[in-house]
């Protein structure tokens, strides 16, 4: 696929609706209900990243429409030298076209800029992105609690 992509800060307050939208279907997706879900808490959560720099929320544009979302919490794991994916989502009729890697790259370029040697990302056990992590080199290196069932951890060292 020949796209001509940008990564642009997102705008959190005016994109919001967007945000939710992507959660709540990356949400489903992975757990096949909305069960546990929260707008709030969702809201909440990307508020909190995105004080940490312009680079936390990021949208990736596709051929100038909209492509997928990116956040980071650039705060958890820097003392392990990681940086966090709290949130990565790739629209549903743009998927398997190398998107997703995109992405990954970009946060992998971010942990650069930030010093950090390693990515990390919690997954659903049921979650079909797991094969596309896995694919690009993730490991679990261990497990965490989620809203319905424990998470995997998975490590990209870089």
């Known amino acids: 696929m020949n796209v001509d992509f940008t990564l642009t800060p997102l705008d959190l307050e005016a994109d919001q609706a967007l945000f939710l939208r992507c959660y709540r279907s990356a949400w489903l997706c992975a757990h096949g209900s909305l069960l546990g879900f929260s707008d709030k808490a ?24 909209f492509g997928g979302i990116l956040a980071l919490d ?32 970009a946060a992998a370029e971010r942990a650069g800029e930030l010093g950090r040697n390693q990515l990390q990302l919690c997954v659903a056990r049921t979650n079909p992105a ?14 965490e609690p989620g809203a319905i069932e424990p998470l995997l951890k998975l490590r990209l060292m870089l």
């Not at 969702?42 to 429409?65: C, D, F, I, M, P």
């Not at 994916?85 to 995109?102: A, N, P, Q, T, W």
Request: proline share 0%; charged share 25%.
């Open 42 to 65: 969702t809201l909440e959560g990307a508020r909190y990243r995105a004080a940490t720099s312009s680079k936390a929320l990021q949208k990736l544009s596709v051929n100038g429409a």
């Open 74 to 105: 650039e705060r958890r794991g820097r003392n392990e030298g990681s940086c966090w994916i709290s949130f990565i989502f790739v629209e549903d009729s743009l998927r398997r076209k190398g998107l997703g890697r995109i992405l990954i790259n």
């Open 130 to 143: 797991l094969g596309f992590y896995e694919r690009l080199g993730f490991t679990v290196c261990g497990t």
